[in-house]
C-alpha cells in the first residue's frame, strides 16, 4: 500500500520562489581582453540573464585575493580585486540587478582567509600578538624518533597535512585547505564580531544575502583530537567529521542571525560539506531557527565518492535506486518539518550534469546530449526547494575533453591528486575520476559563441575554451527553436507560473522498484504534478499508478524532451532519457 504523499506545510517567501544563476567570475564574461572574466563583463549580460528568467545572481568571490584557490582565499573583504573591477563596478552590479527586478548574493568565505589578509599577517608576528588567537596555532608534536610532527594527523581537503609550521615563532597553523589559507578561530569572539562587521557593509551595499563558504567549519572538534585511522600505512588520516559540524555551530549561526540578518530582508544558503545527518540539517534551517535559510545538499554530487574524496571510488557504484532514495528522503523530511532544501547539481566545485550522471557515456552525441541536459532540468524544475543554476548549465555544458592533459587543468585540488597519483602509480585511475568529477569540469569559459574564444575573451583566456564552443554556444541556441536553452527558458516559466504545487507542493515517490523510471507526484494548491523520467538507455513502458492517471492527459504536458508523449491506456511510453512533467489547471 502506498503511503499519503507529504502534506503542504510551507510559508511562502521569495527566496523559496527564487531561481539562483551562479556566476563564477573568472570564466563569465570578460570585458577587457585580459583573459579573466570581470564585473563590467558581468554586468553586460544581464539583459540575458533577465531574459532567461534569473531571480538572483550568486557571485563566487570577487574580493581582493591572490587567487591561489581561485577567489576563496580572501586578502581584503572590504576590496574588490582589480582583476575583476573596482567598488564603484560592483555597486553598479548591484544597482543593475536591482534595476531589472533582480537580486545579488555575495560569496561570504569566513571559516578561512589567504595568509596575504592583515589579520594573519598580524597573528603570525608573535606569540603575543593581539591577533595571534584570531587563528588556530598549536605548538609540534614530538614524532617517534624526537622529530617535530604537526599537532594532529588532520588531512587537508586538497591533501597534505592540515598544518603549517610557521618557522618565526616555530608554531604550526592549522588550514583544512590550502597552506595559504589558514582557518580563523570563531571561537575568539573577536573574530565573529569582525566577521558580522564585514556581512554589515555588504548589506548596506545593497546586497541580497549570501552563499556561506563551509560555513558549518567554523565550529571544530573541542581539543582538535586525532583523527581514526582509516588508512593504516598512513600518518595523514581524513578528519571531516571532526574539523566541521562542531558543538558551537549553531551558536555562530544564530549570533550571525541575530546580530546582522535579522536586520535585512536577506537570503542565506549555507555550503555545508560532510553534513548529511537530516536532523542535524534541519537544526541549522528549520523555519523556527533562526540560522540559515537553506544548505546545499552534497549526497547526490557526492555518491560516488570514496573515502578520500572524488579522485577515490565509493565501494559500490551508485544506481537509480541511489538517486531515487536520496530525492525521496530530502523532498519528504524538509516538508514534513517544515524546512527547506536546495536544489542544485551544478556548479564551480561540480563537474557538468550532462556528464556527470552519465558515467558509461561521458561524451554522447548532440541528439543525447540535449536530452540528457533536458532530463537534468526537468529533475531539478520537479523538486520542492529554491532552484540553483550554474553558468552555462542553460546551454547543456558538458565536462573537458579526454584529450586534454594535466596541464590544461588549473584546480589545486586536481594538481595535487595527479602528483599523488602519479607517485603512487595510479594514473588511471586518477583520469578516470577527473573526467567524470573534477572541478575544472565546470570552470571552463562560458561558450558565448562560436567566434574564436567562445566570445568569453578577445584575449588569451585564463583557462582553454571547451572544444566544442562551436556547435554549442549561447547565440546558437538563443535563436534555436528546442534547444536546450529555449527548454530551461520554459523550464524556468513553468516553475513560476506552477509555483503552488511545484515549489510549496507535497511530495509523493513513486515505483520505488524500478530499476528504470524515476517518478514522483506532487500536490499543493488544488494542482496535481506528476514528472516521469526514463534512465535507461532504450525505450520502456510505465505503467503510471491509479492516482496519478488523472494528471496524464496530452493538454497537462508542461514540460517534454521529445515531440510527442506516447500516452497509452493506464501507461506511458518512454524513450531513453525521456522526460515528461505533467500539471493539471
Known sequence: MTADPVPLRSTHRWWKEAVVYQIYPTSFQDSNGDGIGDIPGIISRLDYLKSLGVDVLWLSPVY????KDMGYDISDYLAIDPRYGTMEDIEKLISGCHQRGMKLLMDLVVNHTSEEHAWFMESRKDKINDKRDWYIWRNPKIGPNGERIPPNNWRAVFGGSAWDLDETTQQYYLHCFLPSQPDLNHENHLVRSAVHRVMDFWLKKGVDGFRQDVINLISKAPGLPDAPITFP???LQPAYPLFSNGPRLHEFLKEMRTAVLSRYDTMTVGEMPWCTDKEEVLRCVGEDRGELDMIFQFDIIEMDFGPAGRFTDASEPWTLKTLRDIIEGWQSFMIQNSGWNSIAIESHDQPRSVTRFFPEDLYPGNEDRERRAKM???LCAAQSGTLFMFQGQEIGMQNIPTSWDIDDYKDIET???YQLAK???????????ARLKARDNGRTPVQWDGTENAGFTKGSPWMRVND??????????????????????NVLEVRKKYRGVLV??????????????LAWRREGEGKQALVVMNWKEGPVTWKVPEKAQGVV?????RLKNYGEVKIGEGEIMLSKWEAVLFVDE
Not at 581582493?64 to 587567487?67: C, F, V, Y
Not at 607517485?423 to 575520476?433: D, M, S, V
Not at 510549496?504 to 523510471?517: A, P, Q
Open 468 to 489: 566544442d564552443y562551436k556547435e554549442w554556444n549561447v547565440e546558437e541556441q538563443v535563436k534555436k527553436e528546442g534547444s536546450v536553452w529555449s527548454f530551461w527558458k
Open 423 to 433: 607517485e603512487k602509480g595510479h594514473l588511471e585511475q586518477f583520469w578516470n575520476a
Open 376 to 378: 537534468m532540468a526537468t
Open 504 to 517: 510549496y507542493g507535497g511530495f509523493e515517490m513513486l515505483d520505488k522498484k524500478s530499476e528504470d523510471v
Open 553 to 557: 492527459k496530452e493538454e497537462n504536458v
Open 233 to 235: 600505512d598512513q600518518f
Open 64 to 67: 581582493k585575493s591572490p587567487l
Open 415 to 417: 594538481k595535487n591528486a
